[in-house]
């Protein structure tokens, strides 16, 4: 069965896999269905899921039994991912927008608490900021707070609204982050810096919310539509592609390994590197 296109929801489009032939249905309708199909299963959250990591974190989640609610800016792209991931074994409630908008942010709690619990938050979505990368001299203020909005506020904002249904179930935040938040790179400075504040306060809320985990995980360098913007023109196939990092990043949610900071390349399974080694460049 094809995605059900159900219709606008406050800015965005609201997408659900896996439901009966029918009349358009509000997002809560479609999740109380996931919620009274199975009441143990897990479900997870993923930000920035229509492609690139996110979208590949999604397809491991779903072939882990979870039920999902994923997001991204692009309809379209999302309604794409979303259509493929019950083939991995996942139901899939997909609502499309911009993480850094409250109204959009209300939509993914509405559709969280339709569903009944949230086990996992996965905040993927974020943006490169100012392209081709500028030294922090000529870093454009406007470019730098658009970064700190999506890589910091936004996170942070939505994490704000999912932590009652987290505490419930005892689940999990993941904050997708990177080297350049510790690594002095020419050029990354706005997206570095604002990785930096995502990890502090990834810390903090670790030290302050004992009933769950958080983790921060750099993922590596990997061959993204991000990466690329950051290397506009460079050939950037030698990265490995993000489905090799997702055995390593589950390994999080499966072990429900401590809270910290954590590298793909040291979780991934005995004889999986995945081709980590590669560390030339920020991931």
């Not at 990177?178 to 306060?201: F, T």
Request: one cysteine or more; proline letters at 7%; charged letters at 20%.
């Amino acid at each position: 069965m094809g995605p059900l296109l159900l219709g606008p929801l406050l800015l965005g489009t609201v997408i659900r896999t896996r439901v009966p032939p029918g009349p358009e249905r509000t997002v809560s309708t479609a999740a109380e269905h996931l919620a009274c199909e199975d009441m143990n299963t897990q479900v997870a959250l993923i930000t920035g899921a229509s492609r690139g990591l996110g979208r590949a974190l999604a397809a491991g989640l779903a072939r882990e039994g979870f039920a999902l609610i994923i997001d991204a800016r692009n309809a379209a792209a999302l309604g794409e991912a979303a259509a493929a991931l019950p083939a991995a074994g996942g139901d899939v409630t997909a609502i499309s927008g911009d993480v850094t908008d409250p109204a959009h942010r209300a939509a993914l709690l509405k559709a969280a608490e339709a569903a009944g619990r949230l086990d996992v938050l996965i905040n993927n979505a974020g943006t490169l900021g100012a392209s081709p990368l500028p030294a922090l001299a000529d870093y454009p203020p406007a470019d730098l707070r658009t970064a700190f909005e999506a890589n910091v506020i936004a996170p942070i904002a939505l994490i704000q609204l999912m932590l009652p249904l987290l505490r419930a179930s005892g689940g999990a935040v993941l904050n997708i982050t990177s080297d350049a938040a510790r690594e002095a790179y020419a050029g990354w400075g706005g997206y570095g810096a604002a990785k930096a504040a995502l990890e502090q306060a990834s810390n903090v809320l670790a030290a302050e919310e004992l009933a769950i985990r958080v983790w921060w995980a750099d993922p590596g360098d990997l061959r993204t539509d991000m990466h690329q913007r950051a290397f506009p023109g460079q050939d950037i196939s030698d990265r490995p592609r993000p489905e090799t990092v997702v055995p390593a990043l589950i390994r999080l949610v499966a072990e429900r390994l401590p809270s910290g900071r954590y590298r793909a390349a040291d979780l991934m399974p005995a004889g999986r590197s995945a081709g980590l080694a590669y560390r030339s460049e920020p991931s």
